[in-house]
């Protein structure tokens, strides 16, 4: 799955996720193929976020890239 990397933190800003001392809030954003914002997971656990991602993403429907 693609990711962003954000070393300006204009992202961070344009999505409300910019935290204190500069450091982002942990939030997933999920985007379908048209670029739609389709899911926000503000509640990030950092235990079991890979997990927890893996289900969200089965749930709506959306393949692995390559699959």
């Known amino acids: 799955y693609p990711i962003l990397a954000d070393p300006d933190r204009k992202a961070a800003k344009l999505f409300g996720v910019d935290g204190f001392l ?7 954003f999920i985007f379908d193929k048209s ?3 389709i ?3 503000r509640k990030v656990k950092l235990g ?3 997990a927890d ?12 890239k390559g699959d």
């Open 48 to 50: 079991s976020h890979g």
């Open 22 to 28: 500069g450091f982002a809030k942990r939030v997933t």
């Open 39 to 41: 899911k926000v997971d």
């Open 35 to 37: 670029g739609k914002l």
């Open 53 to 64: 991602l893996l289900k969200m993403l089965s749930e709506l429907k959306i393949e692995k």
